[in-house]
């Protein structure tokens, strides 16, 4: 995303500072039942979230379509005319460090969506084995994972990054 574009933009239209926080989901979910895959389903969100300064005044505006942010941006330049109160507001320029954490598994990513598949039914086939009294129906074996990533970024210089994933 070309944020220097929009940034320009924001300035044009009488933003003195603005931030960008693009929040991106995948979600994976598979059932198998009966050594069946009954569930499968892959969902992908991006969201974009703005905020911004003009004349004093911290403004934001939400869009999940990036087409449309120099719209937003216009909307929200309107909308901090429509402000009464004066309240003295700033858009954080960063720290000089942020400590790292690994929240990150690559291996969760790498492995391909058969072998989850195939785990599964693997699992079912086991609780199956384990014990008579599991019978048709039987267990409902689930799996769902999810990978989210956060980007901020400002006119004040601030880039930061963030990715966690589970399973």
Not at 74 to 89: F, G, V
Not at 99 to 123: G, R, W
Not at 142 to 158: D, F, M, P, Q, R
């Given at each position: ?30 059932s ?16 974009i979230?703005?905020r911004?300064?003009?004349n ?7 869009t ?10 216009d ?22 460090k ?12 790498k ?5 989850k598949i ?10 199956y ?9 039987g ?5 769902s ?19 966690v994933n589970?399973?």
């Amino acid at each position: 995303m070309n944020f220097v574009k929009y940034f320009d933009y924001a300035k044009s239209i009488g933003f003195s500072d603005v931030e960008f926080k693009i929040a991106t989901s995948n979600k994976l979910s598979i059932s198998v039942f009966q050594h069946k895959v009954e569930n499968y389903s892959v969902a992908e969100n991006e969201t974009i979230y703005i905020r911004g300064i003009v004349n004093g005044n911290m403004v934001s505006g939400t869009t999940e379509n990036k087409n449309t942010i120099c719209k937003i941006l216009d909307q929200m330049a309107e909308n901090a005319t429509l402000i009464d109160e004066k309240k003295e507001q700033e858009i954080f320029g960063g720290s000089g460090k942020y400590k790292h954490f690994k929240t990150y598994n690559d291996a969760l990513e790498k492995m391909p969506v058969s072998e989850k598949i195939d785990l599964c039914l693997q699992v079912e086939e086991k609780a199956y084995a384990y014990d008579s009294k599991i019978f048709n129906p039987g267990v409902e074996v689930e799996y769902s994972e999810s990978v989210t990533a956060v980007k901020i970024v400002n006119t004040k210089g601030l880039k930061l990054s963030h990715k966690v994933n589970h399973g």
